[in-house]
């Protein structure tokens, strides 16, 4: 990912509003990683992102929202940084987790309060793994 890449991710934060965790936002950003991103993909605990959506490349996926394979023919890495940041800019009434938000959240465990899902270099992560080249895998 480029500077000017990384430098959006933190302005949309910034200008958006979102509550970020200040402990997630670090000094520097790492290019993502595809191998992380898969995995990432892959933990239920964590991302959660197999329990709803089909993804390239892995055995297993929900139906519940749109597949995410084919990502780059419909979308711009940036317009899916955005909706993985926090989908409800898009449609107030997803079911889909807001994963750099924690605003608006009902009924958070104590040990989870202002904190969010992913860190930004765990979403940079999963956007490499997303946008690979559809015959490249890690």
């Given at each position: 990912m480029t500077v000017l890449g990384l430098a959006r991710v933190w302005a949309l934060v910034f200008s958006a509003g979102w509550g970020w965790a200040a402990a997630q936002t670090p000094d520097v950003l790492q290019s993502g990683s595809p191998e992380r991103g898969k995995a990432l993909l892959?933990?239920?605990?964590?991302?959660?992102?197999?329990?709803?959506?089909?993804?390239?490349?892995?055995?297993a996926g929900g139906a519940l929202?749109?597949?995410l394979v084919g990502l780059p023919e419909r979308s711009t890495k940036d317009q899916a940084r955005e909706r993985i940041a926090d989908a409800r800019r898009f449609n107030p009434q997803t079911i889909m987790p807001a994963?750099?938000?924690?605003?608006?959240?009902?009924?958070?465990?104590?040990?989870?309060?202002?904190?969010?899902?992913?860190?930004?270099?765990?979403l940079e992560d999963i956007l490499s793994y997303l946008f690979l080249p559809s015959k490249a895998t890690p």
């Open positions: 892959l933990q239920r605990q964590d991302s959660g992102c197999v329990l709803c959506h089909q993804v390239q490349g892995l055995p929202g749109p597949s994963y750099f938000s924690t605003e608006g959240l009902y009924k958070v465990a104590t040990p989870y309060k202002g904190q969010t899902i992913l860190t930004a270099q765990g």
